[in-house]
């Protein structure tokens, strides 16, 4: 396994292969997850840089190098206590080198382009707004409060498409269960998603919270429909 954290362009960073060979994950699923965070352009070119390796086929690959701002990001989603190990180790080995950058800094042998990096990472920390603002105090404190956090924000966080899928598969499940009427059947589909919708106060069943998959779930495993025309 590569090093966890490493410097570039003055700079402590991760990858996202690294990042997939520690979580356990597949390097396409963790690319996709980084292209679907939803964060600011401005954001993502500063700490979510796009790049290439060669993989063993000597074929050109894309991932990306990513910062402490972005990593934390990326992870909040992960979860379980394997998933939280990782973390705190990766916090630590960011905090270990910035505390190498800063006594570097200190001895007066930075070079100009390590300091702009630095320094213009700190505006970044600075300027995020809402969970990102906390995040960067969790990163600098202590582990726990990042637990609160993930909970925080795994209460907002709606489906995502894996889940979609796994919620439309239990509704089509229900519905060929107990009506084999295929002209009956869209009758159905429309009053079991216009039921969660309205249970759930969303817009649409792909508003769901992630936190609230099983137990839409299990409402549509015991589903009965008011009528069937």
């Known amino acids: 396994m590569n090093k966890l954290v ?3 362009n003055g700079r402590p960073v991760t990858d996202s292969l690294t990042v ?6 597949e390097h396409k699923r963790v690319l996709q997850d980084i292209r679907e965070l939803g964060c600011s352009e401005e954001f993502g070119r ?3 840089v796009p790049i290439s390796y060669k993989d063993s086929m000597n074929r050109d690959k894309p991932k990306y190098l990513l910062t402490e701002q972005g990593f934390t990001l990326l992870v909040m989603g992960y979860t379980g206590h394997q998933a939280m190990e990782f973390k705190e180790k990766y916090i630590s080995e960011f905090h270990r080198i910035r505390e190498e950058l800063g006594a570097h800094k200190e001895s007066n042998v930075v070079p100009l382009n390590e300091r702009q990096a630095l320094i213009k990472s700190l505006q970044l920390t600075v300027e995020l707004a809402g969970e990102m603002e906390e995040v960067k105090t969790i990163a600098h404190t202590h582990s726990q409060k990042l637990i609160e956090l993930e909970q925080k924000v795994d209460e907002q966080i709606t489906l995502d498409h894996g889940e979609q899928r796994t ?7 229900k519905i060929y269960e107990i009506e084999h009427d295929p002209r009956r059947r869209a009758e159905l589909f429309r009053q079991l998603y216009r ?8 817009a649409s069943y792909r508003d769901v919270k992630r936190t609230e998959l099983k137990q839409v779930i299990r409402y549509v495993e015991a589903w009965m429909p008011r009528r069937i025309a």
């Open 167 to 173: 919620l439309q598969k239990a509704v089509s499940r």
């Open 6 to 8: 490493f410097i570039e």
């Open 46 to 48: 500063h700490n979510f």
């Open 195 to 202: 039921e969660i919708k309205d249970r759930w106060t969303v």
């Open 20 to 25: 997939a060979e520690v979580f356990d994950k």
